[in-house]
């Protein structure tokens, strides 16, 4: 698991790869997050070039990855799921497997490819019963996300080739929801068994992709099923 919460920028350049983070016991509520990258405000000048790759995050509690205040930071080929958790496993209402909120791309574009969200909130959770204790699911939930704009090069944040499936709420699921994002591209994508119960009360939605306050947002040869 990785931490950070700087007093000043810290965490400049380096790769957390092929870490394997699960609990033993397929009831444990497993920790609230799997990584986290937590920099100082006032990074959007700095360029942090963190890479997180092919790591497995099992059975969480809340958050699959979290990150917040990054700039030009990969994100490639993370596994996401709680396909070892029983149906008795708690889970938090809101979950979300990957959480960015403040990302900035001043030397290189953000990127988020090839990762698997899947079997959440636990392996293969069908339509009736699938949903357990998660109102809101989100595969991406991405908050203020910009690309790569300077004298010599304008880049999209490269959100591509991402496999979320079996996925279960009880009455809104995202699989990647964007706002206030500027010069984003999302290709590629799949999107599929995304199970909704709808309760008794409140309203019930899914939806394959959400953008909301935002330019420059470019949808192509994604597949929702």
Do not use: W
């Amino acid at each position: 698991m990785l931490s950070r919460e700087p007093a000043v920028l810290a965490g400049i350049g380096n790769t957390i790869s092929s870490c394997r983070l699960i609990t033993s016991n397929k009831n444990s509520p497993g920790p609230f997050f799997g990584i986290i990258e937590v920099q100082k405000k006032g990074i959007d000048s700095i360029s942090t070039h963190n890479k997180f790759i092919n790591n497995y995050i099992g059975n969480v509690y809340s958050r699959g990855m979290f990150f917040k205040n990054i700039n030009s930071e990969i994100i490639y080929g993370n596994y996401i799921s709680r396909e070892l958790a029983s149906k008795d496993s708690p889970v938090d209402t809101i979950f979300k497997a990957i959480e960015i909120t403040n990302a900035f791309s001043s030397s290189k574009p953000i990127v988020i490819t090839q990762n698997e969200i899947c079997n959440i909130p636990y392996s293969r959770p069908g339509l009736i019963s699938g949903g357990g204790f998660i109102n809101s699911l989100y595969g991406m939930d991405i908050l203020t996300i910009s690309g790569l704009v300077n004298s010599s090069s304008v880049e999209a944040v490269n959100i591509s080739r991402n496999y979320i499936h079996d996925m279960a709420s009880d009455s809104r699921f995202f699989g990647v929801y964007t706002a206030n994002f500027s010069l984003v591209s999302m290709k590629y994508n799949f999107i599929e068994k995304a199970n909704i119960y709808g309760p008794q009360k409140g309203p019930v939605f899914s939806y394959g992709f959400y953008g909301i306050s935002g330019n420059d947002l470019i949808i192509d040869s994604n597949q929702v099923s």
